[in-house]
Structure formats: C-alpha cells, structure tokens
C-alpha cells in the first residue's frame, strides 16, 4: 500500500523558517519523481517545488524560488522542503507527491501558517 505522510508544518512568523518531510512507502521511491504542492485559502492547489528520480533535477514555482530548497534521500525514502524567509502568502496546506508515469500519488498534507 503506497503512503505518504507529511510532517513539520505549523506557524512561523514572517521572514521566519520551516521544514517539512515526506516519507513514502509502498513503491520504488527512487524512481519517482517527487514533488510539493500547495493549497492557498481560496486558491487551487499550485506546485511548490519538484525533484527528479535518478536525475536529482529540481523546480521550483517563481513565487518560492531562492527562498524554499527541495532535497531527498533515496535510501531514507524522504522528501524534504526547507522554507526560508516566509511570507504570509506562503500560508497554505502543503502536499507530498510521488509521480511516475501514469502512477500519481499524495500524502494528506500539513499546515503552514505565516503570520506576525
């Protein structure tokens, strides 16, 4: 059974940081492209950052490039994000993802709130 489970949301107050996992289980993690999204109130879901299977090749969205790094850990099947300098329009639900050809998983998600 594939999971992925999410963990270190919380609130942080502008300009502050945070990190958040990604655990998977239940598939070739390696080959998986691994990715994290988030849903802003009001908004749809966006894609935050991504990183490559094999390759280790990363993307980002405009609105967090420079500022949030998205790493993995093949043997350790975990997916990290590290947010920097924070913004209250950061504040959302973010999403774990695991996508390989047609195959598209996602975790629940976790809470980031920005505020003073």
């Known amino acids: 059974q594939v999971q992925l489970v999410e963990s270190g949301g919380g609130s942080a107050r502008p300009g502050g940081s945070l990190l958040l996992s990604c655990s998977g289980s239940g598939f070739t993690f390696s080959r998986y492209e691994m990715g994290w999204y988030r849903r802003a109130p009001g908004k749809e879901r966006e894609l935050v950052a991504s990183i490559g299977g094999l390759s280790g090749s990363t993307d980002y969205s405009d609105s967090v490039r420079g500022r949030f790094t998205i790493s993995r850990d093949d043997a350790s099947r975990m997916v990290y994000l590290t947010l920097t300098s924070l913004k209250p329009e950061d504040t959302g639900v973010y999403y774990c993802?695991?996508?390989?050809?047609?195959?598209?998983?996602w975790g629940r998600g976790t809470q980031v709130t920005v505020s003073p």
């Open positions: 993802n695991a996508r390989w050809t047609s195959l598209n998983y």
